[in-house]
């Protein structure tokens, strides 16, 4: 990540804290220009309680898990995203916070058990991912180990406590702050999480290859493969010998096609390690060898040269995250080789394409554009 353009301060408002917090934020992170009061409500209302061993889940830039490090035992941030993993240690290290910070996409996988659980789901997560999350921070508990949920109606609150209703030995309201409610949930003596975010096969057929793909809610068109990935590589084409970048590759579609089409040596990477771990399966169910990276935007591949770069961008990221991708591409990008993109005909990407020599329109349709592009 290049650039973390915003500052936020948070200023103390209990006894014993530091008088000031500070936070770096940028484009793809939940809330990048202001606090959200679900997590300011955790913060104020675990202040004052025995954290011991704590987890901050999905942890998006680290307020929760930096501020509650000068009470807690021992502080751990877990997030999805490569992005928000990244701000999180700077945000840690701007405070002096002594936490530590994983990018993992399943909690269970974690070598640790925690005595409290913290999680402010955002804004338009699907409910079986909230679900998920929700069972899993309980099977991370230490038996009678609580998880304190901040949700408000907007972002699934009574759907949540119902599931914590369900799994939980106790449920409990215990605070409220400008329409969001903490809840406190306790694990019961043995737990076993339910699987609420099932993963699914998908049989695609694109240009007369059948592809096997694996999906989960929460990534990007988990039932069926989106018509701007469909008519990128309907358009484009792939050689033997090439080395290839799928970029932003969700469950992987653009690479495990790459890998039957073609003898070339493939290449996958993404922002979330949800769908880098489905990318994976994805290859492996198609029974094609690849490479599968989980780094923000082109980081992880920044030692490697490319043939062919194919990318479907996240363009409601924001215009810092697509003008830094971009950017990223053309750097791994060899002398002659050629960029694939696709996006929705409403869009101009120009402006973050400009490090590029030459645009072209290749195809459009179904209200999308294929452009390919030289360095």
Known sequence: MRYAPYELALKSRVSGARS??????ADGVCSKRSFRNAELLLVESLWETDLGHFLSLEANYGVVGVVLADRADAVHMASSSARAT?????????????????????ITTLDWSFDTVAYAPKPYTPLSVG???????LSVLRPGGSL???????TGLTRYEQCLRELAATVEQR??????????????????????ATPRELGVEINGVTLSLITVPGLFSPSQLDSGTRLLLETTTIEDGEKVLDI???????????????????????????????????LRASGVDGTVVTADCAE???????????????THAGADVLSELFSGIHDVLAPD?????????????RAHLSQFDTIERLRTANGYVVLRVFA
């Open 148 to 154: 304190y949920i901040a949700a408000s109606k907007r």
């Open 248 to 282: 932003c590759c969700g469950y992987g579609v653009v690479g495990t096609y790459a890998g039957r089409v073609a003898d070339c040596d493939v290449w996958l990477s993404d922002d979330d390690r949800v769908a880098t771990s489905c990318a994976e399966c994805s």
């Open 300 to 314: 992880g591949v920044a030692d490697q040269t490319f043939d062919r770069v194919f990318c479907n961008p996240p």
């Open 86 to 106: 990244r701000l999180c240690e700077r945000n840690a290290i701007e405070n002096d916070a002594d936490a530590t910070t994983t990018l993992v996409a399943d």
């Open 131 to 137: 679900q998920q999350r929700i069972a899993d921070a």
């Open 20 to 25: 000031i917090y500070r936070f770096h934020t």
């Open 175 to 196: 605070s409220e702050y400008d329409g969001c409610v903490l809840l406190e949930a306790t694990r019961p003596p043995s737990f076993e999480p339910p699987t609420y």
């Open 337 to 349: 080789g050629e960029l694939a993109v696709v996006h929705r005909r409403e869009l101009d990407l």
